[in-house]
């Protein structure tokens, strides 16, 4: 890593804890369980750098260490995205006939 | 061309995630941003998949179709009440990944690393391995395998903080001094240990500030490990991952009114804190059902306010129920959510969402509380520390100074418990013993369901 990749990489997180802060401070607590396992999901990514691993074949231990990290994180983002949604399709506004009612 | 292609993909996916979050901020608009994050994540896979490094597919393919079925079966399969679990189990298997590539890249190049990358692939691996024995025990103390009681020993901080500092220390040496083999896995293997330490003292009760940590850190484990392979998505997806964690955390503890550190190593619901809580008097009025019923069939507004104890009794959709039965007599019915009722962040507005409970019904501690004076019947389902008036009034109490849902406000209020023992905090709760207050025991889904009948005939 060059001194140039690795200020360009911290240009990079610094912006991404900024922007992370202005959206994920919005999120209101009725929804933090879902923000949970999105962000849950979302950090599977790393599935990219276990993907590579596995497959590179650099060596028999390091295509293992891969194999199971590939595993891990497909899990995670499966299970993630499969079970945020199942969670946001529950969360309903009340009946519009209810609502008329009241006013 | 073929690199240009890949980088575009992350660059897609990185903007995609964003916007999948920023869909969150509104129960509307938060499907159509996963949707958009689903897509992000699956273009940022195709574009890996035309890595030039790769050679073979075989283990590639095997890993992506046997976790996909893991992932798909528990995401579609798991109960909403065993949300924290499952959260548990997937921030332990985030880390863990992260934690094994750190380890396959250090092997790889035998240990010689440039001082930057091994200082990344330090934290990752650090991270990553105490985020999976962390949460694995967080994921046990949740499923009940071990005792959800906070395990506590003489001199427990002091051996944790040594233990820390010599797992630093061997990290820091290897910065300067790389190739290592032996202290390196050394490193690793006292990271795996610290995680247990770090989580064994801490109570079922502070788990919504552990689970958020914990959060935190397999996202900031992720956003190493693309400092180490110097990738800008994974940098991205991680840091929003650690900074989501760590929002909510600190929302926790502000829900608490208490400071990280007192939650992380104060121990708390230990027996040594338990008896400093003022002595109580009084008895605790048991009330009859019918009584109950009525006057919730004839109140004007009826605040339910659940915690934990809803969760284990499976008792929403009974909530639910009742709530129809109460509204279909003209009740208005609302609920008080407090944030950190539960074992997770926004576990209670899952659970009651689950059972078709409307989002506009629920209310969060602020909108609430100015509201109980007005409030016919507050029915408190297994809620107990978050209602707790002593954190209001009783400025000795450990619990003193944590905002709480005032349901002692209300003109009457119905305690639905278990039994007649402490919450997990192991605190007295001098709710119980006001005149004002009627006590339910037994299982509440059961308490529930004869209460629909009854307030049906009433």
Redo the contacts between chains.
Sequence with gaps: MTAATLISAFYVFALAAFLGYQVISRVPPLLHTPLMSATNAISGISLVGSIVTAGAHYNTVSTILGFTAVFCSTTNVVGGFVITDRMLRMFKRKPAAKQEIKK | MRTYFIELS?LL?SVL??L???G?????S??RG?HL??FG?LM??IG??M?Y?????T??I???V???L???A???W?P?TA?PQ??AL??A??A???A??G???F??HGGHL?T??MAALGFEVMLGALTTTGSLLAFAKLQGLVRGTPFTYKGQNIFNMALLATTVGIFVYLIFVPGSMPLFFTMVGLAFIFGLLLVMPIGAADMPVV??LL?SY??L???A???V?????????????????F??SI?MCRAMNRSMTNVLFGAFGSAAVSTAGAEQTGTMREVSMEDIATQMAYAKQVVFVPGYGMATAQAQHAVRELADTL?KRGVTVKYG?H?VAGR????M??LL??A?V?????Y?LEQINPEFPQTDVAVVIGANDVVNPDARDNPGSPIAGMPILEVDHAKSVVVLKRGQGKGFSGLENPLFFKPVTGMLYGDAKETLTRLIRAVQQA
């Design positions: 992350y996916a995630f964003i999948g979050l920023k969150l901020s509104h129960p509307e938060a499907k996963m994050a689903e994540m940022a896979i890996t998949l890595h490094e790769i050679v073979t597919f283990w590639i095997t890993g992506l046997l976790g996909s893991v992932g798909l528990m995401g579609l798991v909403m949300m499952r959260t997937s921030h298997f985030g863990f990944a992260a094994l590539v380890i396959s890249e092997y790889r440039e930057i990358t689970m958020s959060n397999a996202g484990a992720s956003a490990t693309g400092f392979l110097s990738n800008n998505v994974l940098i991205i997806a991680g840091t929003l991952d650690g900074f989501s964690g929002i909510l929302l509204e959510i944030p997770m962040p926004g576990h507005n899952v969402a689950e078709n409307p989002y506009s019904s629920l969060e």
